[in-house]
């Protein structure tokens, strides 16, 4: 009988109803023949009101399922699908009121359909979560009431759902295209070995002129009774990491995404993109400790490992320690690697206090530092200067870009390789940076 009454609700229509008879009532003091006509509405309406009861609770009704994908991709469009059966031999009305996890914000959502007799209706939303971790989502209420719409049924479905929200994985798959190696094999073409590279043994051939001669193999030479030599590749797994700067500079907000997360969505394509080129593929993070650090591998299981890694960083409000980090690389990476740091700094003495540590990475490794452009102070300069107040606010953010520039050449001119980018441009600009390393040659 609880249940009963817990899922009973009344609609606006009898409140109406109501109001209106008890004025007719009112006024029946006056003209007598008015209170027959109000008893007679009012056994009309306990009359429809039973009916109406009767036909809603007399079997289940209506079926509903929310289904949800596995886990949701991070500042992108993940659909949801609600699907609902009528189990009623007549039309209903329904109205769906589907609790969203508390972290989207959002209180009213209504969805209003009619459902044809024994029929089916499925209908889709989309919802954008901006934090990685869990989301939970409460009850599916579903309302559903007859044409006369008197009583509404209220019958509740997939209580307390929940779904990780990963780094964007769907970001991750559009950028695929960009580890699509193009280039063909020309006849006459050999490789060579370019400066940084390491080198893989391939294969025995015959020699041609304009082979090494410091590559002859004396022993097949004297097998064959032909000059023989060995021809070498570059290899093709090196070691490249993804340094995350987890700091309290990476804490800024953009678009409602903060700079980690931009951060990390990159470092998810760019990891996909450097194993599909047979590279070995790592990961670091950092603030004031070291927080993980995934040793450099190629195996395709190596993404997975990614994913729950980046799944799991935090920032807080501690400035990071570069310090440490070198102490770090230079303990657990011990060949030649390509380093992407992704970090930020909003004063040229930022930069100038980490820079000794970034010049002795430098030294060793091919270091790659990723910061991100102002895109609010780049629009406030665009803006019309119509007032004093707001020139002298562009003056100050010219300022501000300028240093941006500045501390890019700065890196640039004691040897690092450097990305200044807006954050919705990252991972294109650095998967393109790497691209352009592995065509140059440059590790």
């Given at each position: 009988m609880i249940k009963f009454f817990k899922s009973l609700y009344f609609t606006q229509r009898v409140f109406v109803a109501l109001f209106?008879?008890?004025i007719i009532f009112l006024f029946s003091y006056w003209f007598e023949f008015l209170y027959f006509t109000a008893w007679i509405f009012t056994v009309l309406l306990l009359v429809f009101l039973l009916l109406d009861i009767i036909t809603l609770f007399k079997n289940q009704g209506i079926t509903a399922e929310r289904i949800l994908p596995e886990k949701f991709s991070n500042s992108d469009k993940n659909p949801i699908v609600l699907k609902l059966q009528n189990n009623y031999k007549f039309n209903v009305f329904c109205e769906v009121i589907d609790e969203l996890p508390v972290q989207f914000q959002k209180r009213d959502f209504l969805k209003k359909f009619q459902i044809p007799a024994k029929g089916k209706h499925t209908f889709e939303y989309i919802v954008r979560p901006l934090h990685r971790g869990e989301y939970i989502f409460g009850?599916?209420?579903?309302?559903?009431?007859t044409h006369l719409k008197l009583v509404k049924k209220r019958q509740v479905f997939d209580e307390d759902q929940v779904v990780k929200v990963y780094p964007s994985f769907i970001q991750m798959k559009k950028l695929d295209f960009l580890a699509i190696d193009n280039k063909i094999s020309q006849p006459g073409i050999k490789k060579i070995r370019r400066i940084g590279h390491t080198m893989e043994f391939e294969q025995i051939k015959e020699y041609?002129?304009?082979?090494d001669v410091r590559t002859i193999n004396w022993k097949a030479t004297a097998k064959q009774g032909n000059l023989m030599v060995n021809q070498?590749?570059?290899?093709?797994?090196?070691?490249?990491?993804?340094?995350?700067?987890?700091?309290?500079?990476?804490?800024?907000?953009?678009?409602?995404?903060?700079?980690?997360?931009?951060?990390?969505n990159s470092s998810l394509a760019f990891s996909n993109v450097a194993l599909k080129k047979k590279d070995k593929v790592g990961l670091v993070s950092f603030s004031n400790k070291i927080e993980y650090?995934?040793?450099?591998?190629?195996?395709?299981?190596?993404?997975n490992r990614i994913l729950e890694t980046l799944y799991k960083i935090k920032t807080g409000f501690r400035d990071s320690n570069y310090s440490l980090l070198y102490a770090n690389i230079n303990k657990h990476i011990n060949h030649r690697s390509l380093l992407l740091l992704y970090t930020n700094f909003e004063h040229i003495s930022g930069l100038k206090r980490q820079l000794p540590y970034l010049k002795a990475l430098a030294k060793k490794h091919v270091l790659v530092v990723i910061f991100f452009e102002n895109t609010e102070v780049q629009k406030l300069i665009d803006a019309?200067?119509?007032?004093?107040p707001v020139s002298a606010h562009q003056t100050i953010a010219e300022q501000f870009s300028y240093d941006k520039n500045?501390?890019?050449?700065?890196?640039?001119?004691?040897?690092?390789?450097?990305?200044?980018?807006?954050?919705?441009d990252l991972s294109v600009n650095t998967i393109n940076k790497y691209l352009?390393?592995?065509a140059r040659g440059i590790l």
């Open positions: 209106s008879i008890a009850k599916l209420n579903i309302y559903v009431s041609v002129s304009g082979d070498f590749q570059d290899e093709k797994a090196q070691p490249v990491y993804s340094i995350i700067d987890a700091g309290r500079v990476m804490k800024m907000p953009f678009k409602g995404l903060s700079l980690l997360d931009y951060a990390i650090i995934l040793a450099a591998n190629s195996k395709l299981s190596q993404l019309e200067a119509d007032s004093v500045r501390m890019a050449k700065e890196l640039q001119r004691n040897g690092i390789q450097t990305v200044l980018t807006k954050p919705e352009e390393i592995k």
